[in-house]
């Protein structure tokens, strides 16, 4: 099932998926399963976004893909990424210290330092 838009139709808040299936062997979870940001795009600007990775970010074969202007290829990525900037939150920035600290790449006094 594709979802079309992962937005509540009544309050317009994210929704989460609450229930997955195989369709093969009918195995299912049940649980609170977060959406990627992606899935916030309407359809038409997820298979933009499709188009554009699978031909490496070229604007030029994104040009002729979609029969489109240089300048219209460029206003549709622009106006896709802040949609995505609304809704996404990158990690923190101490994220990376954290997990060098996990791995024991560092000690905890040289971890202590980079974050204060």
Do not use: W
């Amino acid at each position: 099932m594709e979802i079309a838009n992962a937005n509540c139709p009544d309050c317009k808040r994210p929704l989460t998926i609450s229930r997955m299936a195989c369709p093969t062997c009918s195995f299912v979870m049940q649980g609170s399963f977060a959406l990627s940001p992606l899935s916030s795009l309407n359809l038409d600007e997820q298979a933009f976004v499709i188009a554009f990775i699978r031909h490496h970010g070229s604007l030029k074969k994104m040009e002729s893909i979609f029969n489109i202007s240089y300048p219209t290829v460029k206003n549709r990525l622009n106006s896709i990424a802040a949609s995505l900037d609304r809704s996404f939150q990158g990690p923190s920035p101490n994220l990376y210290v954290l997990e060098q600290l996990a791995r024991g790449e560092m000690t905890v006094e040289e971890a202590l330092e980079k974050l204060s």
